[in-house]
């Protein structure tokens, strides 16, 4: 019997605001323990929560750019449940009236798209964080996290696959990082992910039972929870068991998931609204004034480079994924307009040191000034690709002028072309054999004259000069 996996995700994404959902205090990450803290966040008597505006403006802006349903009404609840991060013992969030319903995320898979649909956006706090300590059976609180604010989003189970859950997330965070409203680093938790999985016979459109997976810091380790999970479930069921409804971990280092707990269902956290909390109204003016101040979003910034520049879908995507390395495109492709040289330099050389550091191009010291001016030396036969790859690493490094480093390191190309036949000349007369079997018709051998004249100059000649000088000359 087949069978095909049916996954939902719930990704939280943490926002990116200078304080807190309910009170004033800093969400800046690696602070001490419970140094960003006050009565509110930590749920103290008498405490009482009042709405950042900005978390519903980063709310909005995803709303609109996943093509989701904005509610004019929307209403915070509180969630109960009990856990030593949890100082109120509920989670302030939304449940029946959150405040976006609908839309979907475009992903592309083994160059197949695919909408995934999207139950709900809501707004929340996060929780406190335990720290386990490593050498007695202790845990402390720290309560830094308690009350950051929170998107989650919620999708419909219309994933199939690993491969299709990790490009709905990639896609996701592209979109968040776009709109300005999470850094997306899920090392930090900043974008975190759970996911229900179930299995069925294929064909069938009744649902399996689902379970709950969590610990998925990276898209690697969602991609192998799942796979596991999968095969986990299917075995069970080839076996004539049943699978049991429950939330299961991510053993990153055993590659296995491993039961937690049973799965809560809504009623159990006791959902009802909060009564020191006001609904949240959002009239049209409101919607149509974030509309307005929406960037250009991934899929659109994607097909333009593909219209308005000729670059291939593959190199469109790879430039596209990060908005800073879009927009340093753009502005080398103005300085230097010859965009299928200027992608092949980013995706390569560029992108070589970027994973390298683990950076983001605007969080390094290089320029489009920089990456330009290396194309116009190579362009215009100053000097050859291999001496441009050889400088730049040290032109990332430091931000010093392309041109500086050079003639630094006199690595100007010997382009006078007098000069060069007078080698050229030298050579075919050292070599009178490869000259006979050159116009005998063994083409190829120029190879080996153009090979001998960059030794005499050590490098410096201008390979394509040469090449011209000598074809000349052996015609002759």
Same mark, same amino acid.
């Given at each position: 019997?087949?069978?095909?996996? &049916?996954?939902?995700?719930?990704?939280?994404?943490?926002?990116?605001?200078? !304080?807190?959902?309910?009170?004033?205090?800093?969400?800046?990450?690696?602070?001490?323990?419970?140094?960003?803290?006050?009565? &509110?966040?930590?749920?103290?008597?008498?405490?009482?929560?009042?709405?950042?505006?900005?978390?519903?403006?980063?709310?909005?802006?995803?709303?609109?750019?996943?093509?989701?349903? #904005?509610?004019?009404?929307?209403?915070?609840?509180?969630?109960?449940?009990?856990?030593?991060?949890?100082?109120?013992?509920?989670?302030?969030?939304?449940?029946?009236?959150?405040?976006?319903?609908?839309?979907?995320?475009?992903?592309?898979?083994?160059?197949?798209?695919?909408?995934?649909?999207?139950? =709900?956006?809501?707004?929340? @706090?996060?929780?406190?964080?335990?720290?386990?300590?490593?050498?007695?059976? /202790?845990?402390?609180?720290?309560?830094?996290?308690?009350?950051?604010?929170?998107?989650?989003?919620?999708?419909?189970?219309?994933?199939?696959?690993? @491969?299709?859950?990790?490009?709905?997330?990639?896609?996701?965070?592209?979109?968040?990082?776009?709109?300005?409203?999470?850094?997306?680093?899920?090392?930090?938790?900043?974008?975190?992910?759970?996911?229900?999985?179930?299995?069925?016979?294929?064909?069938?459109?009744?649902?399996?039972?689902?379970?709950?997976?969590?610990?998925?810091?990276?898209?690697?380790?969602?991609?192998?929870?799942?796979?596991?999970?999968?095969? =986990?479930?299917?075995?069970?069921?080839?076996?004539?068991?049943?699978? &049991?409804?429950?939330?299961?971990? %991510?053993?990153?280092?055993?590659?296995?998931?491993?039961?937690?707990?049973?799965?809560?269902?809504?009623?159990?956290? =006791?959902?009802?609204?909060?009564?020191?909390?006001?609904? /949240?109204?959002?009239?049209?003016?409101?919607?149509?004034?974030?509309?307005?101040?929406?960037?250009?979003?991934?899929?659109?910034?994607?097909?333009?480079?593909?219209?308005?520049?000729?670059?291939?879908?593959?190199?469109?995507?790879?430039?596209?994924?990060?908005?800073?390395?879009?927009?340093?495109?753009?502005?080398?492709?103005?300085?230097?307009?010859?965009?299928?040289?200027?992608?092949?330099?980013?995706?390569?050389? #560029?992108?070589?040191?970027?994973?390298?550091?683990?950076?983001?191009?605007?969080?390094?010291?290089?320029?489009? @000034?920089?990456?330009?001016?290396?194309?116009?030396?190579?362009? @215009?036969?100053?000097?050859?690709?291999?001496?441009?790859?050889?400088?730049?690493?040290?032109?990332?490094?430091?931000?010093? !002028?392309?041109?500086?480093? &050079?003639?630094?390191?006199?690595?100007?190309?010997?382009?006078?072309?007098?000069?060069?036949?007078?080698?050229?000349?030298?050579?075919? !007369?050292?070599?009178?054999?490869?000259?006979?079997?050159?116009?005998?018709?063994?083409?190829?051998?120029?190879? %080996?004259?153009?090979?001998?004249?960059?030794?005499?100059? =050590?490098?410096?000649?201008?390979?394509?000069?040469?090449?011209?000088?000598?074809?000349?000359?052996?015609?002759?």
């Amino acid at each position: 019997m087949e069978f095909e996996a &049916v996954i939902g995700l719930e990704v939280h994404t943490q926002l990116l605001t200078a !304080s807190k959902i309910f009170c004033g205090c800093s969400t800046r990450f690696g602070a001490p323990p419970n140094h960003h803290t006050c009565p &509110v966040c930590t749920g103290m008597p008498g405490s009482l929560p009042v709405l950042n505006r900005r978390v519903v403006e980063f709310a909005l802006r995803l709303a609109l750019a996943v093509g989701a349903r #904005v509610n004019p009404v929307c209403v915070f609840a509180r969630k109960h449940y009990f856990y030593p991060d949890l100082p109120k013992n509920y989670q302030i969030s939304q449940y029946e009236a959150p405040i976006a319903e609908g839309g979907a995320i475009e992903i592309e898979v083994d160059g197949k798209r695919k909408r995934i649909g999207l139950v =709900r956006i809501h707004m929340e @706090e996060d929780a406190g964080k335990l720290v386990h300590d490593e050498k007695r059976p /202790v845990s402390y609180v720290d309560f830094n996290r308690t009350g950051v604010p929170l998107l989650e989003i919620v999708s419909q189970p219309d994933i199939r696959s690993p @491969e299709e859950a990790v490009a709905y997330l990639k896609k996701l965070r592209t979109i968040v990082r776009y709109l300005g409203i999470c850094d997306g680093n899920m090392e930090e938790g900043s974008l975190r992910c759970d996911a229900n999985v179930s299995v069925r016979p294929k064909g069938s459109s009744e649902f399996g039972t689902k379970v709950e997976l969590k610990n998925m810091n990276s898209f690697r380790h969602v991609e192998r929870a799942l796979r596991y999970e999968i095969k =986990r479930q299917i075995g069970l069921l080839l076996e004539g068991k049943e699978v &049991v409804q429950e939330t299961r971990l %991510f053993d990153e280092a055993q590659g296995e998931t491993h039961s937690m707990r049973g799965k809560e269902e809504a009623h159990d956290y =006791r959902y009802f609204p909060d009564p020191d909390l006001v609904p /949240v109204r959002i009239d049209e003016a409101w919607i149509e004034r974030v509309r307005a101040e929406l960037p250009e979003l991934p899929d659109a910034k994607k097909g333009r480079f593909i219209e308005e520049y000729g670059l291939p879908n593959y190199d469109a995507e790879i430039l596209t994924a990060s908005r800073p390395l879009a927009e340093f495109f753009e502005a080398c492709v103005k300085l230097f307009p010859h965009p299928k040289k200027v992608s092949n330099w980013l995706m390569t050389e #560029v992108l070589r040191e970027l994973n390298r550091e683990g950076k983001e191009i605007d969080e390094t010291s290089l320029r489009p @000034e920089h990456v330009a001016e290396l194309l116009k030396l190579v362009e @215009e036969g100053v000097i050859s690709i291999t001496a441009a790859k050889k400088i730049f690493p040290e032109v990332y490094a430091t931000g010093r !002028s392309p041109k500086e480093l &050079v003639e630094e390191k006199g690595l100007r190309q010997e382009s006078d072309e007098a000069a060069l036949e007078a080698i050229c000349r030298e050579v075919l !007369s050292e070599n009178p054999a490869e000259v006979e079997k050159y116009r005998g018709g063994k083409k190829g051998v120029i190879g %080996f004259f153009v090979g001998q004249v960059m030794k005499k100059t =050590r490098g410096k000649a201008n390979p394509k000069v040469v090449n011209q000088i000598l074809t000349r000359l052996l015609e002759e």
